[in-house]
């Protein structure tokens, strides 16, 4: 029996990372925010690797806390180990990856959930959603609870219609054990939703104390304290000491592994053709890589810890789904792990997605007003991109309940925007995983200045609250005093000092004297070298001189990034409106017209983005919108 259970401004369904940062952006913006979960246990649960960032991702996690988000405090909070990626490399693809202590972190984002103000947490497994008018007016529950909204956030992950495969073994199931969501698919089809199939798959995990670590290389973290919050976060298990992280190790597949994948091939769900769902092609299962990579002898293998006080390590690089004896060999075949104890097999799982194409660029169904989709549901992998898709979702949910304009974000204004626009502009043939190579204004879009980005934008919305505004208006203050110094300090070629830094240095001497800003841009001076001869320096936050030298030392490539940032921002500007009827558009190609009716466009930019729309169509509708504006009728 159906009844009424409560009436709320936002409903989210699902608190995996996006339904997380959905819940909290919508009762952190005003709003009466219901989140409702199958399983209160496994909250934030990571039901693959143990670790958050990387390239692209990090900067992800970055921009979230920018704006307001949750997962870079929690992430920073239960860090086991944190590292700096691509060090050695332009800072537009230094990226932070931190190892978590899962249990830890989804305990930490339970908490916070918890004692949000406006948030109501409630375990339910949600089967229908209910429709008024073409509107969204509510969910209903297993149970029979009817929780009534017009704002739905569906963040459903890898649960609809999911089906777990190990080999020949296959059944209805959500990851780790948990029970999948199977109406929910039911409900949005009769809703006239297209949805797709997509699959993706997790490696076994093994004890700790059957590894022999000698045949390993330790990978320790860096003994430096990156975080990904802005605001001042350690980690509750090595705090500043950094000698107590814990590390991973490095090892390789023999060749005596590949003959073994090789010989039993013809029992690989991939290959036996059991699995129909498309996976991630960054995310390769050991099968593929021995298939694809014939020639490789051997591939990497990265032992994780699970947790500060967990057993289990994952043993990244080996996802399969085997059958469990073919696994257990090609462990015992690895270098190391002669002795292994298997403790959860590695396994693939398939799962419904909404196609992204039908979703505006405020993540909200198009056909049907009122729901919002966010997270794996949309066609992407991992769970910074869910976080982030979760974020959006939740703050137009918001905005939409108070009756204001959706809050879009730019390709030039963050990854956060390349993401959105990636797809549901260009859509998903496979598992969405974002990458530094998709955004055109890399130099632009740096992990470092994401604050500097994003900070203001999520004041503007109101979910930047004043601790972290006092946080960055003062650091802001700080880098603009910084630049404005460095271009006004100029050191006379006569100071002895200058003389010995430009030797440390090995740089060419000086004749005239020479500003703090030219200086630094020599690739050969360093910020030390500068606070050496600028002592003043050092009350000042490491990470803001360090941002301020980024910026001098690739200004001419930055002033570069933001004039093409210009054109891209005049195309941005040029307007479609919703309702164009693109059967009236003569000159259009047919595929062209057809793509720009099932994506429907919000201006020039997105439209010459769209996969199938040719430049010689965008210049037809250029003209188009041209004829109409002489005519008076747009
Ligand atoms: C086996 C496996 C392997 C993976 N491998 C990788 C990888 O290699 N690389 C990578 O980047 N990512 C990988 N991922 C993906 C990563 O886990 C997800 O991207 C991320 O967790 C997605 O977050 P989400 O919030 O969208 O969904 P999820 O984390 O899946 O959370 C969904 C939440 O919704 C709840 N829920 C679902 N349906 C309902 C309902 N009807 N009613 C109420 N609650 C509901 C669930 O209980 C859960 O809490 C893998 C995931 C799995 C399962």
Request: glycine share 8%; charged share 25%; with cysteine.
């Amino acid at each position: 029996m159906e009844y009424f259970a409560g009436k709320y401004d936002v409903i989210v369904v699902g608190a995996g990372h996006a339904g997380c940062e959905a819940a909290l952006a919508a009762a952190r913006l005003g709003c009466e925010t219901l989140l409702l979960t199958l399983n209160l246990d496994t909250i934030a649960h990571m039901p693959c690797n143990p670790s958050l960032g990387g390239p692209a991702k990090g900067h992800l996690v970055r921009e979230i806390d920018a704006l307001g988000g949750q997962m870079g405090i929690v992430a920073d909070e239960t860090s086991l180990q944190v590292k700096m990626l691509n060090i050695g490399k332009g800072p537009a693809v230094h990226a932070l990856r931190v190892q978590s202590d899962k249990l830890a972190y989804q305990n930490r984002m339970k908490a916070v959930l918890l004692s949000q103000h406006r948030l109501t947490v409630t375990q339910a497994l949600v089967e229908r959603l209910v429709v008024d008018k073409h509107r969204m007016s509510g969910v209903v529950t297993r149970s029979g609870a009817r929780f009534e909204s017009e704002n739905v956030v569906l963040t459903s992950g890898t649960y609809l219609r999911g089906r777990i495969i190990i080999g020949d073994s296959m059944y209805q199931g959500g990851p780790n054990g948990q029970m999948p969501a199977m109406s929910l698919s039911d409900s949005l089809k009769e809703l006239g939703i297209e949805l797709g199939r997509f699959k993706t798959g997790t490696p076994p995990r093994i004890h700790r104390q059957s590894v022999e670590y000698s045949k390993f290389r330790i990978q320790p973290g860096d003994d430096k304290l990156w975080r990904f919050s802005f605001l001042p976060t350690e980690s509750q298990f090595w705090h500043t000491d950094f000698s107590k992280q814990i590390p991973c190790w490095l090892g390789y597949t023999a060749t005596q592994t590949h003959d073994i994948i090789r010989e039993n091939l013809y029992r690989a769900p991939l290959y036996s053709g059991k699995i129909e769902g498309i996976g991630p092609r960054y995310c390769p299962s050991i099968e593929d890589k021995v298939v694809r990579f014939a020639q490789r002898e051997a591939h990497q293998i990265f032992l994780e810890p699970e947790g500060w006080q967990s057993d289990e390590l994952y043993v990244a690089g080996l996802s399969t789904s085997m059958p469990e004896e073919v696994q257990v060999k090609i462990l015992q075949s690895i270098p190391g792990l002669e002795n292994v104890r298997m403790l959860r097999p590695g396994y693939g799982i398939e799962y419904d997605y909404v196609m992204p194409h039908q979703l505006s660029l405020g993540l909200e169904v198009r056909q049907l007003p009122g729901l919002f989709t966010a997270g794996q549901l949309n066609g992407t992998s991992g769970y910074e991109e869910a976080a982030a898709q979760g974020l959006m979702a939740g703050i137009n949910a918001a905005l939409r309940a108070t009756g204001k304009d959706p809050f879009i974000l730019l390709r030039s204004d963050g990854y956060l925007g390349v993401l959105v626009d990636d797809l549901v502009t260009k859509g998903v043939k496979e598992p969405y995983r974002l990458l530094t190579s998709r955004a055109e204004y890399r130099l632009v879009l740096r992990q470092d200045n994401a604050d500097l980005r994003l900070t203001d934008k999520g004041r503007a919305i109101g979910l930047v609250d004043e601790e972290r505004w006092i946080r960055f208006e003062n650091k802001k203050k700080n880098y603009n005093y910084i630049k404005e110094q460095w271009k006004s300090t100029v050191f006379s070629p006569l100071r002895e000092d200058l003389h010995l830094v430009m030797a440390e240095a090995k740089s060419t001497p000086v004749r005239g004297g020479i500003s703090a800003q030219d200086l630094i841009r020599r690739p050969e001076i360093t910020l030390d070298h500068l606070v050496k001869l600028l002592p003043e320096l050092e009350k000042f936050d490491r990470e803001v001189l360090e941002e301020v030298e980024i910026e001098t030392k690739y200004a001419g490539y930055i002033e570069k990034q933001w004039a093409d940032i210009e054109r891209f921002s005049k195309l941005e500007s040029r307007c479609l409106s919703e309702t164009l009827d693109y059967e009236e558009v003569r000159g259009l190609s047919t595929e062209g017209r057809q793509r720009l009716t099932e994506v429907r466009p919000l201006n020039i930019g997105q439209a010459s983005r769209i996969t199938g729309v040719s430049p010689a169509d965008i210049s037809v509708l250029l003209v188009s919108l041209e004829q109409r504006r002489r005519r008076g009728n747009i």
